[in-house]
Nanobody, 123 residues
Framework: QVQLVESGGGLVQAGGSLRLSCAAS????????FGWFRQAPGKEREFVAV????????YYADSVKGRFTTSRDIPKNTVYLQMNGLKPEDTAVYYC????????????????WGQGTQVTVSA
């Protein structure tokens, strides 16, 4: 069983930056994928970014490409989402998640989820 704890959300002005952290407790295997998703009020949860276990592979949604960066600290068993150039439309609850034997964009393949952290970007 893996538990995920997110931190780092908050209120920021447009153009600002935030870094989200997602600490995993329990063993994580080298076939895991670590994804970030977000959900705005009244909208479906959508894919943001994913990184594989080694950190060598990353993939981003078009809406965040060039602004967000995800990375992984293996010794700390932690995943990060660095968000730069934030826009009001980035406002959402952000979730980290782990999938087994899958590194992709489809949330149905993610087994473990964090509790979510609120990111609010003011205009």
């Amino acid at each position: 069983q893996v538990q995920l704890v997110e931190s780092g959300g908050g209120l920021v002005q447009a153009g600002g930056s935030l870094r989200l952290s997602c600490a995993a407790s329990g063993r994580t295997n080298n076939n895991y994928g670590f994804g970030w998703f977000r959900q705005a009020p009244g909208k479906e949860r959508e894919f943001v970014a994913v990184v594989n276990w080694s950190g060598a592979y990353t993939y981003y949604a078009d809406s965040v490409k060039g602004r967000f960066t995800t990375s992984r600290d293996i010794p700390k068993n932690t995943v990060y989402l660095q968000m730069n150039g934030l826009k009001p439309e980035d406002t959402a609850v952000y979730y980290c998640a782990i999938s087994v034997s899958y590194v992709g964009t489809d949330k149905q393949y993610y087994t473990y989820w964090g509790q979510g952290t609120q990111v609010t970007v003011s205009a």
